[in-house]
Each structure stands twice: as C-alpha cells, then as structure tokens.
C-alpha cells in the first residue's frame, strides 16, 4: 500500500515506519562527529602528527662526528678497513619529529683516502609511512645527482633500508643492470652508532629474500656524538 506521507510502499503500519524512521535520524545523528571526522583530516589545521615509531630515531638529533672507512674484503676486521675520511654532521627534526633530517659537511679530508670518495658531499631524511607502515629514507648526494628512495624497518636493533623495492637506484651494476643498495644502522649507545652501506646487482637480487641476497660491502660510517 502506498503512504501519502512517506511515500513507501510495504506491509509495515504506519506508526511502525514512523518509529523506524526516527530511530534511523537518532542513529545518524551519533554517528555524524565520526563521519565529519573522516572527511575533515585534512582540512585546513589539521595534523596527523609524528608517528611514533619516529621515537625510535630521535637519539640521532645533534651534532656527530663521522669517520669513513671502507673494504674490499668485510672477513677483515674493522681496524684493518682503509680510512677514507673524517666529516661532521648535524641530524635534526622537522614538525615536531615527523621528519629527521640529516645535514652532512662532506668529506673534503677524504683525498688521502679512497679516491671515489674525496668531496662527498650528502643529505637524507628519516621519516615514517603510517599507511604503508615502513620507515621511508630520501637520501641525495653531489656525485650521482639523484633522490634514492630507502624503504624498511627494524630487524632486531637495526634499522634496515633498501631501494630493492622501489624505483631508484644510483648507479649501474657490473653487467650493466640496476644496482640496488641496502643501508644498515646499528645503534651502539646513546652517543655512538654505525652506518653500514651495501650494494648489489639487480639480477642477483632474489625479491623473495632480499635481505638473504648476497650483498656487497661499499663502507663503512662510524658517528660519535661531537664532544662526547
């Protein structure tokens, strides 16, 4: 039977669609701050905030001192590795620690080390997707020119970064693929860390296993909290 009022046709009674209509308006009428919410996270004033994995990169924040050295053969112990290098550099953080930002000086001391490595100059950012749930690495240099894209979490008590995943890369490798690099940093204590970096051609890279692959040792960073 079709309602003049409503305009519904059915078997409810009149009185019964009146009070399901009204409990349909007290439902939506709770329900409208969450759904306005959801669509007003990113109007004007909003912030969603550092995440809090962030807090894990927050003792990198000041001044450290960097000593580069690097090796052909990583069985040998870290005292034989060839010096190529000393440098300073300064970490700090971007809206309320969301973003890190690591400002290097370079290594203009680097000549009476490795040749490749004198007037090095670079800068990187720590940051964290919340969505895709992977810390997020940018890191650019005066050498290569580009933006690598770093992507990975921590394993243990390192943090592990690659470009395995996404589209950049730095260089080409020795049968003239893609190289792919793998940056790993190893908290000592509150004044000390390493960095780790590594490479590999793309043909030898099983995307099953990345961190299984077989990479190979580039160099070696060590940071001392400048003063300390």
């Not at 069985?75 to 690591?102: M, R, V």
């Amino acid at each position: 039977m079709f309602d003049e009022e409503f305009g519904v046709v059915g078997s409810l009674s009149r009185n019964q669609f009146k009070y399901m209509y009204k409990l349909a308006l007290i439902i939506a009428f709770f329900l409208a701050p969450f759904i306005m919410k959801s669509q007003t996270d990113y109007s004007p004033g909003f912030e969603a905030g550092s995440p809090q994995q962030m807090n894990e990169l927050l003792f990198l924040k000041g001044k450290w001192e960097i000593a580069l050295k690097w090796t052909n053969d990583v069985t040998q112990p870290k005292e034989k590795w060839i010096p190529a290098g000393n440098s300073k550099s300064e970490f700090l953080d971007f809206y309320k620690g969301t973003f890190i930002h690591e400002k290097s000086l370079g290594f203009p001391l680097a000549g009476e080390g490795h040749e490749s490595f004198t007037h090095w100059s670079y800068n990187s950012i720590f940051s964290y997707d919340r969505f895709n749930k992977t810390y997020r690495y940018v890191a650019f240099d005066n050498i290569m020119g580009l933006a690598d894209i770093y992507e990975g979490d921590f394993i243990e008590e390192k943090l592990i970064l690659t470009n395995a995943k996404t589209t950049t890369y730095n260089n080409k490798g020795t049968d003239g693929c893609n190289q792919k690099n793998r940056l790993t940093l190893t908290p000592i204590s509150e004044h000390h860390f390493e960095i780790t970096w590594e490479s590999i051609d793309e043909s030898n890279l099983n995307m099953k296993d990345i961190h299984g692959s077989d990479w190979n040792f580039v160099i070696h960073m060590t940071y001392k909290r400048e003063g300390k």
